[in-house]
């Protein structure tokens, strides 16, 4: 059963605040390979099946800068793809805070609500709010009118890749020799090529910082009614609702910067309802003897 909370009728206001604040870290890591060990186990493999490392894993390229200009070679590059990607002490928090109160002819109830948290990967985030109303009067003896309204909305930034492109595939499969960064690229990241590196995962953090995926919502619901008492028996409801929620997700590959996509999903509807409830008691009583 669904129940709406209410301001009580005793000439009172209350406040309520309910909010807490915390961080996330990934709880443990796996252990990968660093340069040299890649080295080490790439010419194993590769000379066991009769074939040459690639291009890149040779003595003399693996001397060359990792960009123009630099004085770090890619043999002194040992990038930990894990702590490039995910993030430690990512945020987390939640605010709630109420209002209500009321008297023999009013009462009242209001609420709002805002949560964010922070992924423990780049890049991933979800937001979300919400506001509450409701309130009942009674204007006289055979009239009362009142209200329910509730609006929330939701910002999500998420991970729109699965398979062998998944950030965590990645992470595993990114080359330790290969830096994060490189200035003079476009986009100021550094990916390997299938040809020169002998594989082609994307680099995670990059997908993460230029991909773009997100999803925003928006939802609103509420009624208001009328009611007439003619008498204790006939009761005359008039009732007006409105229920609209709106979806809008978008995703721009980093890969590919030319791919977007984007979606709308909104709906709505009105109802307005008219009755009269009609209430009549019988009773009916006998003696025997």
Do not use: C
Not at 1 to 25: A, C, E, F, P
Not at 117 to 141: P, V
């Amino acid at each position: 059963m669904i129940t709406t909370k209410k301001g009580k009728r005793d000439g009172r206001v209350s406040v309520n605040l309910d909010s807490y604040v915390g961080i996330q870290s990934p709880a443990k890591k796996i252990s990968l390979l660093n340069t040299n060990q890649y080295l080490t186990y790439e010419h194993a493999v590769d000379g066991n099946a009769g074939i040459g490392v690639p291009p890149a894993l040779t003595p003399a390229n693996m001397a060359l800068p990792i960009y123009a200009g630099s004085k770090q070679t890619f043999a002194q590059t040992n990038t930990d793809w894990q702590d490039a990607y995910f993030v430690r002490n990512a945020l987390i928090t939640q605010h709630n805070l109420s209002l209500s109160g009321g008297n023999g002819k009013s009462r009242f109830y209001t609420s709002a609500g805002y949560f964010k948290q922070d992924g423990i990967a780049q890049a991933l985030t979800y937001e979300r709010g919400n506001f509450r109303i409701n309130s009942e009067h009674t204007i006289s003896k055979h009239v009362s009118l009142g209200e329910n309204l509730y609006t929330s909305f939701g910002n999500q930034h998420y991970e729109g890749t699965g398979g062998n492109r998944s950030p965590l595939t990645n992470v595993i499969r990114m080359q330790p020799y290969l830096p994060v960064h490189d200035p003079t690229k476009q986009g100021g990241f550094r990916g390997p090529q299938n040809s020169y590196d002998g594989a082609d995962p994307t680099n995670p953090v990059e997908a993460a910082l230029i991909g773009y995926n997100t999803l925003k919502t928006l939802k609103i619901l509420g009624t208001a009614y009328l009611d007439i008492n003619f008498t204790s028996w006939l009761k005359f409801r008039s009732t007006f609702g409105v229920d609209y929620s709106n979806s809008f997700g978008g995703q721009i590959d980093a890969g590919k910067g030319d791919r977007t996509h984007a979606g709308l999903i909104s709906g709505s509807q009105s109802p307005w309802s008219r009755r009269v409830l009609y209430y009549r008691t019988s009773q009916l009583s006998g003696r025997s003897g």
